[in-house]
């Protein structure tokens, strides 16, 4: 279970907090879009309140701290639209819900003190519109935040000294506004992040079961399902590429004696170490199936030759043939094997025909007296 800091909310595993930041990533581009086009039209509108609370010689300049404090979040909306977003983006958009706040404290700095009660709501709103949404993460924001709330009671306390009753109510609502807009951005993160995980579980769960639904159970090895889906994704490689593919039906000579005098158990065993030897002696590019019981299938692309289909023949024979540890000396196994190569004139262009034409052939060297190999015509 991947665990979460309970004040950051980073996840303890940095592999999945890289992911989440991944999968986060197209949905903060289009929040932080909306979010800085939604502030910058407030940020205008609170400007019609100047005429009425702004002496008119200070009108210029409070015009001037507006259009200033837009500088930030107008070249980060710039940079949402560039690949330098992905890399760099929470500390972009806390300057953004920063440059709102100092803004208005700029503005408050300059204007009697009868206007803040008109004025100091704006760094409410700028409290919520950090937290809930920017788009910057709950730490991110509760770090501006606080800030902010400092360097207000350090210039309106001590250096602007603010009537006590003015700065206690407003230090009242901000603080209340930062209650209860970091519990819902602390909530609302917290619960996104829980949704990923959740999200992660069930496609894993999915991948499980498709796995499963795919693989023998007792080797991991391709079942019958997926080798057909391998060898038709061969012949259409074989049509564009001109190559030739070969499909080995090997048959295990001397299992049956396993499983009879030493029960099932230690016959399981022999099967898991058979297709170990099998996949260690193949390439990645080629499929090992078990089809059932002792018999396995393996597709091999671009074999080449028949001499080259021939050559891996007897080595996997060899392969077998060597001891599994556990089997007594007088239990020895080998391999049959039918080979049929493809794609070829006369031979139907499906997965069912080329197993067929490999298994026929694998029976010609049962009919023969075992331990070798036949390739079809």
């Given at each position: 279970m991947n665990r979460m800091h309970p004040i950051t909310l980073s996840f303890h595993d940095p592999e999945t907090e890289s992911?989440?930041?991944?999968?986060?990533?197209?949905?903060?581009?289009?929040?932080?879009?909306?979010?800085?086009?939604?502030?910058?039209?407030?940020?205008?509108?609170?400007?019609?309140?100047?005429?009425?609370?702004?002496?008119?010689?200070?009108l210029g300049l409070v015009w001037g701290i507006?259009?200033?404090?837009?500088?930030?979040?107008l070249a980060v909306l710039a940079l949402s639209f560039t690949s330098g977003f992905e890399k760099a983006n929470q500390f972009p958009l806390a300057l953004v819900g920063l440059s709102s706040a100092l803004g208005l404290i700029l503005m408050l700095w300059y204007l009697p003190v009868e206007s803040s009660a008109y004025y100091y709501p704006g760094l409410m709103l700028s409290t919520f519109y950090t937290y809930n949404l920017l788009g910057a993460r709950f730490i991110q924001a509760l770090g501006v935040n606080i800030f902010v709330l400092v360097l207000y009671n350090l210039l309106f306390s001590y250096t602007r000294a603010y009537p006590e009753p003015i700065l206690f109510s407003e230090n009242f609502f901000m603080i209340a506004a930062n209650l209860i807009g970091g519990a819902a951005g602390y909530l609302v993160e917290y619960q996104r992040r829980q949704l990923f995980l959740r999200e992660q579980q069930l496609d894993e769960e999915r991948?499980?079961?498709?796995?499963?639904s795919l693989h023998d159970r007792l080797t991991g090895l391709p079942n019958r399902d997926l080798l057909d889906d391998r060898i038709r994704q061969a012949l259409a490689l074989a049509r564009r590429d001109a190559e030739r593919h070969a499909g080995f039906f090997l048959d295990l000579d001397g299992f049956k004696s396993v499983?009879?005098?030493?029960?099932?158990?230690?016959?399981?065993?022999?099967l898991r170490e058979i297709s170990r030897r099998l996949v260690a002696a193949t390439r990645e590019t080629d499929t090992i199936s078990r089809l059932g019981g002792d018999e396995f299938f393996l597709l091999v692309q671009d074999i080449g030759s028949c001499d080259a289909a021939a050559h891996l023949a007897?080595?996997?024979?060899?392969?077998?043939?060597?001891?599994?540890?556990?089997?007594?000396?007088?239990?020895?196994?080998?391999?049959?094997?039918?080979?049929?190569?493809?794609?070829r004139s006369g031979l139907d262009a499906t997965a069912e025909a080329i197993i067929r034409r490999a298994d026929q052939a694998m029976y010609r060297v049962k009919a023969a007296g075992k331990r070798g190999y036949f390739l079809a015509d």
């Open positions: 992911a989440f930041v991944r999968h986060l990533l197209p949905r903060l581009r289009l929040q932080c879009r909306a979010a800085i086009v939604v502030g910058v039209i407030i940020y205008f509108l609170y400007g019609a309140l100047d005429h009425l609370f702004v002496p008119p010689e200070q507006r259009m200033l404090a837009l500088v930030v979040p991948r499980l079961h498709l796995e499963r499983n009879d005098q030493l029960g099932h158990e230690v016959g399981d065993i022999v007897e080595k996997l024979i060899e392969l077998i043939e060597q001891p599994v540890a556990g089997l007594p000396p007088a239990l020895t196994l080998s391999a049959s094997i039918g080979i049929c190569l493809f794609p």
